[in-house]
Structure formats: structure tokens, C-alpha cells
Antibody
């Protein structure tokens, strides 16, 4: 059974860096694309970016200047860093994955990150 | 960036009825790169349809997808109580974007 689990602080101060980790179990990270997607409360979904198991990344152009996604296959984890956060970055953050970079079959349960002083 | 517009915003139906949801793109989308998701309150999205018309593993046959180029649709032939949820379409081209969602409620 494939499981993805997000972890990280639930509260981040404005102008600081949001850091989340997704731990993957039940499937090898090899051959998969791993992604971060977010959803502001009561709103729609926004793709943040993805990383291939090899380390190749692609980011949403609207967030590219503030985002870094990295991977540690030895720990079956991939991570998100989003810097210079504002209240607009408050959202449920999901990690997701698939063998293709075109849609996502595997999802974590999501974690709410609130940006507030 | 490809923008996906879903309609209607809310679809009010009863169990047993047929639901047809629309997803329209402002540019051509490769049919291979159009997907539909179902999301229930407090849950992550669940992949229903990929490649515009292929059902993901474990998805009941009452869910079907169709369409091409800029017009796509998701049909639920007979609504079950568990189908009342929000549905998102999603495309992948130079970037990945989602529609704003259609809520199917009773």
C-alpha cells in the first residue's frame, strides 16, 4: 500500500521560509515524479512543482523564484522550501506522485500551513 | 499558461440522476494530458480519469471522461450518495493547471 505523509511546521511567520517534507512508503521513488500541490482554504488547487527521482525539477512559473524542491531517495523523502512567505501562501499543502508528470495517482493527506505573525 | 474553466460551478442533483461536468481550455490541450479528480471535504483529491477518457484503478464504470482539444467532460451516469463532492479537471502542458472545480451536491 502506497502512502505519502507530509510533515513540517503548521505555522510560519511572514517573510520566513516554509519547509515541508513528504515521506513515501510502499513504492520505490525510482521511476516516479514527485510533486507539491497546494489548496488555500475553500479554494482550488495550485501546482507548485515536481521533481523526478533523478533530481530534475520543474516549477510553476508563478512561484519559481521562491520555490526549491529536493529529493533524498535514500530516505524515501522529498522536500519543499518556499521562501519569503506571505498570508497568501496559507494553504493545505499536498505531496503527490506518479510514474508520469502529467497527473497524480498517489496523494498525501495534506497538511495545513498558516502564515501569520 | 493554459486556463481551464469548469461549468457549472455547482450542480444540484439527486441520487440516481446523471451528472455532466464541463471543462473548457483557452488553448488546445493534448488529450493525453487531461485528468479529472474527485475531492471530498477534508480529503486529498482522488484521480478518477486520465488521458481524458481512461479510468484510474478502482474507479467505478459509472464515471467516464470524453472530449478533445479545448472541450472536455466528465459524466457520472447514475449518482451514488458517495459521489457528491467537488470535481476538478487538470491539464499538463508547459505547466500544470487545474480548473476551479464543480461542486456536485444534493
Amino acid at each position: 500500500q502506497v502512502q505519502l505523509q507530509e510533515s513540517g511546521p503548521g505555522l510560519v511567520k511572514p517573510s520566513e521560509t516554509l519547509s515541508l517534507t513528504c515521506t513515501v512508503s510502499g513504492v520505490s521513488m525510482s521511476g516516479h515524479y514527485w510533486s507539491w500541490i497546494r489548496q488555500p482554504p475553500g479554494k482550488g488547487l495550485e501546482w507548485i512543482g515536481h521533481i523526478y527521482y533523478s533530481g530534475d525539477t520543474k516549477y510553476n512559473p508563478s512561484l519559481k523564484s521562491r520555490v526549491t524542491i529536493s529529493i533524498d531517495t535514500s530516505k524515501s523523502q522529498f522536500s519543499l522550501k518556499l521562501n519569503s512567505v506571505t498570508a497568501a501562501d496559507t494553504a493545505v499543502y499536498y505531496c503527490a506522485g506518479d510514474t508520469r508528470n502529467t497527473w497524480y495517482y498517489f496523494w498525501g493527506q495534506g497538511t495545513l500551513v498558516t502564515v501569520s505573525s | 499558461e493554459i486556463v481551464l474553466t469548469q461549468s457549472p460551478g455547482t450542480l444540484s442533483l439527486s441520487p440516481g440522476e446523471r451528472a455532466t461536468l464541463s471543462c473548457r481550455a483557452n488553448q488546445s490541450v493534448s488529450s493525453n494530458y487531461l485528468a479529472w479528480y474527485q475531492q471530498k471535504p477534508g480529503q486529498a483529491p482522488r484521480l478518477l480519469i486520465y488521458g481524458a477518457s481512461s479510468r484510474a484503478g478502482g474507479i467505478p464504470a459509472r464515471f467516464s471522461g470524453s472530449g478533445s482539444v479545448t472541450d472536455f467532460s466528465l459524466t457520472i451516469t447514475r449518482l451514488e450518495p458517495e459521489d457528491f463532492a467537488v470535481y476538478f479537471c487538470q491539464q499538463y502542458g508547459s505547466s500544470l493547471t487545474f480548473g476551479q472545480g464543480t461542486k456536485v451536491d444534493i
